[in-house]
T-cell receptor, first 113, second 115 residues
Framework: AQSVSQHNHHVILSEAASLELGCNYS??????LFWYVQYPGQHLQLLLK??????LVKGIKGFEAEFIKSKFSFNLRKPSVQWSDTAEYFC???????????FGTGTQLKVEL | DAGVIQSPRHEVTEMGQEVTLRCKPI?????LFWYRQTMMRGLELLIY????????DSGMPEDRFSAKMPNASFSTLKIQPSEPRDSAVYFC?????????????FGPGTRLTVT
């Protein structure tokens, strides 16, 4: 069965620092990849998604992610974080053209002023 | 659009009681998903429906859990009898179709505490 690994469980950054959150998946076939964000007390929202084409995907709020097939990775990046980016970030995958989202365990990001 | 609506937002109940969680998907969406979020296991898909029909319930933990979708605008997740280990946040999500690329829109969740 497919799985998603997010190695950073808690990340603390200062405002304006650069962010990279790791995501690796285990599946050898076709994948659709997603990053969701959950702000404190709110529901999950889609940040960005990859289906095909350009492996560098740009999402909302200045986030981007790069799909590296050879590394089975889909890391999330942002050049300069803001305090308002404090949230939990989830990587997720749909495999084989199906429809079941498998989520990683999430990364709690805290941005300090 | 109001988004996915879930009720109640918080539920506290005693072990052994029946719990019913409710979800109203986004109008026009024909796929509905129930997830459970816990510290230990993260976000897990419990069951999903397409056109009101359950497609995959392999994530339902045991027979105490059941889900229904009597029409396109309403779904329930029932736990009977409830146990303390069922304490979690339960999310409902809906999407337009089942294709892998269709974005799932999540509701605010129901925080369930079983004492």
């Amino acid at each position: 069965a497919q799985s998603v690994s997010q190695h950073n469980h808690h990340v603390i950054l200062s405002e304006a620092a650069s962010l990279e959150l790791g995501c690796n998946y285990s599946y050898g076939g076709t994948v659709n990849l997603f990053w969701y964000v959950q702000y404190p007390g709110q529901h999950l929202q889609l940040l960005l998604k990859y289906f095909s084409g350009d492996p560098l995907v740009k999402g909302i709020k200045g986030f981007e992610a790069e799909f590296i097939k050879s590394k089975f990775s889909f890391n999330l990046r942002k050049p300069s974080v803001q305090w308002s980016d404090t949230a939990e970030y989830f990587c997720a995958v749909i495999t084989g053209g199906g429809n079941k989202l498998t989520f990683g365990t999430g990364t709690q990001l805290k941005v300090e002023l | 659009d109001a988004g996915v609506i879930q009720s109640p937002r918080h539920e506290v109940t005693e072990m052994g009681q029946e719990v019913t969680l409710r979800c109203k998907p986004i109008s026009g969406h024909n796929s509905l998903f129930w997830y459970r979020q816990t510290m230990m296991r993260g976000l897990e898909l419990l069951i999903y429906f397409n056109n009101n029909v359950p497609i995959d319930d392999s994530g339902m933990p045991e027979d105490r859990f059941s889900a229904k979708m009597p029409n396109a605008s309403f779904s329930t997740l029932k736990i009977q009898p409830s146990e303390p280990r069922d304490s979690a946040v339960y999310f409902c999500a809906s999407s337009l179709g089942l294709a892998g690329g269709n974005e799932q829109y999540f509701g605010p969740g129901t925080r369930l505490t079983v004492t």
